[in-house]
């Protein structure tokens, strides 16, 4: 029935929004691996073999979906061996219900296989756990190696996995002496990536994260924030759903402290694992904080997210059945809610609405600059004649720049012809104040954070 109901919000308007920015990421790594993504290629490899079966927006994101549906699979599987029937429907229904999983699954991104992965991960270390073998040790590495190659934070996930086993068997020396070479084995093969991801964090830290607000230590609503953004879609839903995000948080993590007491207190070992489970990466991720790689935001907590609801589902068998299952109706209707929510949603970025605007209009003498550059894959899909040119994000607008060189012919040769910039809101601000400083008036248009800056070059 749970897998029924996410299959059916899934593939429910799967290619009605826009693709954005990072979905054109996804598009550019298909033909070849950008730098950046070297450290996690298993998702645009797999991608890549994908295409064979079709190109549409549909067929690209129905992966993802198909990825979810696993996630759903093992989160139930984990939920029934922690403890019952009742608790793994609950966490899976959630988890379907969830409008950040359902945005994730819609995308044609790694989120969801890595969630896949993860669980697959997790539910195999539960196996071993509870008896060991040979066959489940080396299928726990083979997943363990492909969760990591999708997105390094899979390390978090070993991390909690070898403090749970110190922690709960210290006596089986024989399991310990194996998970430890196993672990030595993926740090190995994991030399590549690791250097990479030292990389990709000093890229980030000077050219993106500067610009956003990360959720300080010394914030009371950062850490919350977080974690309630990281399990519903807050994105364009105001301040009362930012309100909501926080007061889910809130929920979150005193189901996690309330787990970890009764663990502590009463050595009921499913409640330590599962509180341990989210703890243990989340205190990681704010130590990688603290030495500035600024991981802790939603979309990097988002694999915790089912660690999240099988803590509220444990936190909530707690209260006699009345509260109890007042509490799982409040949370299903709360979720229905944010899903309605999701489907009024325009999309994070319209560049479909802006392609297909300017594919309608009667204008021959026309070229076309994207910024950033790896938007063009997504214009193309949209507009296939369109004139494209590139930019790189990182690149520098100035007269010498990429902007300068673009207009230097047309600003030479006085030609009659249009220009057109399609930029996301940030960088048509830079487009503007350099227009503005040559006095080149333009007209701007906006298609959901996705501007259209259109100029006439007869008009100089």
């Known amino acids: 029935m749970v897998l029924s109901v996410f299959l059916a919000l899934g ?3 799967l290619d009605y929004r826009s693709m954005w920015v990072d979905e054109g990421l996804t598009l550019n790594n298909i033909a070849g691996l950008s730098r950046h993504d070297l450290f996690r290629p298993l998702y645009f490899l797999f991608v890549r073999l994908w295409t064979v079966g079709g190109k549409s927006i549909f067929y690209l994101r129905l992966s993802s979906v198909l990825f979810g549906l696993g996630s759903l699979t093992f989160l139930f599987l984990i939920g ?5 029937l009742e608790l793994a429907l609950i966490s899976s229904l959630l988890y379907a219900l969830s409008s950040y999983h359902l945005e994730r699954a819609q995308e044609i991104r790694m989120y969801t296989m890595f969630s896949f992965l993860a669980l697959a991960e997790m539910y195999l270390f539960m196996l071993l756990r509870e008896r060991f073998s040979w066959k489940k040790f080396v ?9 990591l190659a999708t997105d390094p934070l899979g390390a978090f996930l070993n991390l909690f996995q070898n403090f749970s086993l110190i922690i709960n068997h210290r006596k089986q020396r024989q399991f310990l002496k194996n998970t430890i070479l196993v672990e030595a084995g993926l740090i190995i093969l994991s030399i590549p990536w690791i250097l990479k991801i030292w990389g990709f964090s000093v890229y980030f830290q000077g050219k993106w994260i500067k610009h956003i607000k990360i959720p300080s230590l010394l914030d009371p609503t950062g850490l919350p924030g977080s974690i309630g953004r990281s399990m519903i879609l807050v994105t364009e839903y105001g301040k009362e759903i930012d309100k909501l995000s926080f007061l889910i948080g809130m929920l979150i993590l005193v189901s996690l402290l309330y787990n970890a007491f ?6 009921e070992e499913a409640r330590g694992f599962i509180a341990l489970w989210y703890l243990i990466p989340v205190l990681a991720m704010l130590t990688a904080g603290i030495f500035n790689f600024k991981l802790i935001f939603c979309r990097y907590l988002f694999f915790l997210a089912p660690a999240a609801y099988l803590n509220l589902s444990f936190f909530l068998s707690a ?4 509260f109890k299952y007042l509490g799982y109706a409040l949370l299903i209707v709360v979720s229905i809610f944010l899903l309605s929510q999701y489907y009024r949603y325009p999309g994070e970025q319209d560049w479909k609405g802006a392609a297909l605007f300017l594919a309608k209009e009667k204008k021959t003498e026309r070229r076309i600059l994207i910024y ?8 193309r899909y949209y507009y296939p004649e369109a004139s494209l040119e590139g930019v790189r994000a990182n690149e520098d607008f100035t007269n010498d720049g990429a902007l300068g060189n673009f207009l230097a012919p047309y600003l030479e040769n006085k030609q009659e012809t249009w220009i057109v910039f399609l930029t996301t809101s940030e960088g048509a601000q830079e487009i503007i104040h350099y227009l503005k400083g040559r006095h080149l008036a333009a007209n701007e248009q906006t298609f959901q954070k996705v501007v259209l800056i259109k ?3 007869n008009s100089l």
């Not at 299928?139 to 969760?147: A, D, K, R």
């Not at 009764?262 to 050595?267: E, F």
């Not at 950033?372 to 214009?379: E, F």
């Open 372 to 379: 950033p550059k790896y938007a063009t894959s997504i214009v």
């Open 455 to 457: 100029l006439k070059m």
């Open 80 to 84: 029934l061996r922690l403890k019952n």
């Open 11 to 13: 593939l429910y308007h």
């Open 319 to 322: 209260f006699r059945p009345s």
């Open 139 to 147: 299928v726990y590495w083979v997943i363990s190696f492909l969760c």
């Open 262 to 267: 009764i663990w502590l207190r009463r050595k």
